[in-house]
């Protein structure tokens, strides 16, 4: 049966000598359990479930705890140990969605923001086990962790930047205003038509308070002339000229809606949609919509604060989804130049999977006058792959250049 925390605090508060009794007995029927039970801390997986009306990942984890006990009793040491399991399975839900490098990094900032209220961050729990030794009692339980509730803790503290693996980040948000049919964006190729509008403005400004390296989207003058509906080829272009990881592409466009007769309030509404993508790639990381509705009777701040609105619920979705899938092991592109024949392409592709731990498929896209496209599956980093060649390799292949998650190789030619 679920338990309350609330609800158990005043249990135990209210019977402590009935509950002590119950305890011990307890204790003597699961005594022989805990000979053959595990008291390891396991992570079950992660479901969704309605908070407050909003949709929040919860995550079931099982935890023990230990509490001392001194002159105040056996019911504080069982409170103490069920506050140490409920602390732990909280440190267990942040280990699940933070490198293990970020905990170490970030220690501070995560004891302060989440460790030391973790009962905050519990919905419920369940007592699996419990046993009174000499000086220590110890409780098992399970717990129901608000992981969706931790994450947000995590992106208000600045963690989310370390935790999605310090991508630089280029916004590129087009937006037309009310009653225009033109958007204004910054790429277009012409200076006077450049504008950076103010739902890019708003969107950065959340990012950079999250703790991300913002890029500032400047292009030189004179520059190649690009269209609101960018390529990828432009897009990544664009990107490795001001030196991006990450591309934040999408519109914003903002309309009056009816207005009320003899009223005057205008109501503003803005629709926003955006996309994140790798810019060496151009894999699709993240995708969010949002829309806002706002009365008000300043044509210049009305807008503005309705896209702010909307920018705050978008800027959520966009950073719990990049978080989670910057830092995943996913696809390398690979490039080998200096191919011979197409039975050297294949050598190559033989030579990946079985020489390179932690690559675990390798797909051929093409070979076109001497130069081969592969496409990897691997647990390894782009760089990892890189190194793994240069050290495994070398007599065959020289590594030419890396990005976050691309390789280009030659191949070298025989001196025979």
Request: proline share 3%; charged share 20%.
């Amino acid at each position: 049966m679920l338990k309350n925390i609330a609800a158990e605090s005043r249990l135990t508060a209210a019977n402590p000598f009935i509950t002590t009794r119950v305890f011990l007995s307890a204790c003597l029927l699961l005594s022989s359990l805990l000979l053959i039970t595990t008291l390891s801390s396991i992570s079950f997986a992660a479901q969704t479930a309605q908070v407050d009306g909003k949709v929040n990942e919860v995550r079931v984890v099982k935890a023990t705890g230990y509490g001392t006990v001194t002159g105040s009793g056996i019911v504080e040491a069982r409170n103490m140990a069920i506050a140490d399991a409920l602390r732990k399975a909280v440190e267990q839900s942040v280990g699940a969605v933070v490198s293990s490098e970020t905990m170490v990094e970030s220690y501070q900032v995560l004891k302060e923001s989440v460790y030391t209220r973790s009962e905050g961050f519990v919905r419920s729990y369940e007592v699996l086990n419990e046993l009174q030794g000499e000086n220590i009692y110890t409780v098992t339980l399970s717990a129901v962790v608000e992981s969706g509730a931790i994450m947000d803790d995590l992106d208000r503290a600045g963690v989310a930047y370390a935790r999605a693996g310090r991508p630089r980040v280029l916004f590129m948000l087009s937006e037309t205003s009310p009653g225009s049919t033109l958007p204004e964006y910054w790429w277009a190729g012409k200076k006077e038509e450049r504008h950076v509008t103010g739902s890019e403005s708003a969107l950065r400004e959340v990012f950079l308070e999250s703790g991300f390296t913002v890029v500032d989207s400047t292009l030189p003058d004179g520059d190649t002339e690009y269209g609101l509906n960018i390529s990828n080829g432009g897009l990544s272009s664009i990107a490795a000229r001001l030196n991006a990881e990450l591309v934040i592409k999408g519109s914003t466009v903002v309309t009056l809606g009816p207005k009320t007769p003899g009223s005057p309030l205008e109501l503003y509404m803005v629709e926003i949609s955006a996309s994140a993508v790798r810019a060496d790639t151009a894999e699709v990381l993240a995708l969010s919509k949002a829309r806002a509705m706002l009365k008000h009777v300043s044509p210049e701040l009305g807008p503005q604060i309705a896209i702010k609105q909307a920018v705050d619920e978008l800027s959520e979705e966009l950073i719990f989804q990049i978080t989670t899938r910057w830092a995943e092991p996913g696809t390398v592109l690979l490039r080998l130049r200096g191919v011979a024949d197409y039975a050297d392409a294949v050598d190559l592709k033989w030579l990946l999977k079985r020489r390179i731990a932690g690559i675990s498929a390798v797909y051929q896209k093409g070979f076109d006058d001497g130069v081969a496209y592969f496409e990897l599956q691997s647990a390894l980093s782009a760089d990892s792959v890189a190194a793994e060649i240069s050290r495994l390799l070398s007599l065959s292949y020289r590594v030419t250049g890396t990005t976050a998650n691309t390789i280009d190789l030659i191949a070298v030619q025989s001196s025979e």
